[in-house]
Nanobody, 125 residues
């Protein structure tokens, strides 16, 4: 079992920045895929970015890559999502997840077995 906890959400003005953190604990492996997804009311959960904790390879929604950066502190088993130039349409619940068995992608939510509770991001204009 893997326990996933996010933090760092909040309310920010259009154009602002936020840094989200995700901690994974429990039965984590040396090479998991940790990803960020976001959920807004009435829409399907969408992938944002993911990182392979073994190789450090990163994967992004191409439309977000210029503004969002995913990074890893392997020693702490922490993953971060730096979000810059935020827009109101970036608002939503950001959820961290762990995929320990399948190829690492940013978009295949079904491959992620363990999910956090989410942290809310609100961007106002």
């Amino acid at each position: 079992q893997v326990h996933v906890v996010e933090s760092g959400g909040g309310t920010v003005q259009n154009g602002g920045s936020l840094r989200l953190s995700c901690a994974a604990s429990g039965n984590t492996g040396n090479s998991d895929c940790m990803g960020w997804f976001r959920q807004t009311p009435g829409k399907e959960r969408e992938g944002v970015a993911a990182i392979d904790t073994g190789s450090g390879s990163t994967f992004y929604d191409p439309s977000l890559k210029d503004r969002f950066t995913i990074s890893l502190d392997a020693a702490k088993k922490m993953v971060y999502l730096q979000m810059n130039a935020l827009k109101p349409e970036d608002s939503g619940e950001y959820i961290c997840a762990v995929n320990s068995h399948y190829m690492c992608t940013w978009y295949r939510a079904a491959d992620f077995e363990y999910w956090g509770q989410g942290t809310q991001v609100t961007v106002f204009s």
